[in-house]
Structure formats: structure tokens, C-alpha cells
Nanobody, 125 residues
Framework: QVQLVESGGGLVQAGGSLRLSCVVS????????MGWFRQAPGKEREFVAR????????RYADSVKGRFTISRDNAKNTVYLQMNSLKPEDTAVYRC??????????????????WGKGTLVTVSS
């Protein structure tokens, strides 16, 4: 059973920064594409960022492009989300997810089979 555990959330003022981490259990992390998603109260879940398994290429939602950076450390089975210039509208529960299919070039949510429980990010104005 693959488990994902997020950390790093908290309360931050607008304009501040946070770095989220997601540790993935098991030996296959390097073959997973990884993603970050978020869900604000009363809203649908939305895609934030994705990083491929093959060449660590990345893609971002327009709302976070230029402010957030996704990265991975295969030696530590960890994916990160560096969030800068945070805005109150970034307030949400952030969840990481893993895609074990090995297929790149599909939609941002493609293949996301394993999910963490999430970490809350609150940005005050």
C-alpha cells in the first residue's frame, strides 16, 4: 500500500512563503509522476502543479504560475511545493498525489491513483 504524507502547511500572511513536503512510502517513487492539488472551503478540487517521473518536467495552473515551484528528490521519496507571494485566495487544503502509470503528456490529473490526506494552508490578508 502506497502512503503519502504531507507536511509544511500553516498560517502565513499575504506575500509570505511556505514549502510543502510530501513523503511517499515504497520503492517506486522515482517512477511516479507527482502532483499537488488543493481544495478551498465550498469549492471543487483544483490542480496546482505536476512533475513528471521521466525528466522532471513541470506544469502549473495559471493561478500559481511564477509563484509556486514543484520539485522532487528521488533519494528522499519526497516531492515539494515551494509557494511564494502567497495570496488569501491560495487558502486551501493541499494534497499530493501519485501517478504510477508511467505515461507522460496527458492531462494534469491523469493517472493520479494515490492521495495524501492533505495539509492546510491559510493565508491572511
Amino acid at each position: 500500500q502506497v502512503q503519502l504524507v504531507e507536511s509544511g502547511g500553516g498560517l502565513v500572511q499575504a506575500g509570505g512563503s511556505l514549502r510543502l513536503s510530501c513523503v511517499v512510502s515504497g520503492r517506486s517513487f522515482s517512477s511516479y509522476a507527482m502532483g499537488w492539488f488543493r481544495q478551498a472551503p465550498g469549492k471543487e478540487r483544483e490542480f496546482v502543479a505536476r512533475i513528471s517521473w521521466s525528466d522532471s518536467s513541470t506544469r502549473y495552473a495559471d493561478s500559481v504560475k511564477g509563484r509556486f515551484t514543484i520539485s522532487r528528490d528521488n533519494a528522499k521519496n519526497t516531492v515539494y511545493l515551494q509557494m511564494n507571494s502567497l495570496k488569501p485566495e491560495d487558502t486551501a487544503v493541499y494534497r499530493c498525489a501519485a501517478d504510477p502509470t508511467g505515461i507522460d503528456g496527458m492531462g494534469p490529473e491523469y493517472g493520479m491513483r494515490y492521495w495524501g490526506k492533505g495539509t492546510l494552508v491559510t493565508v491572511s490578508s
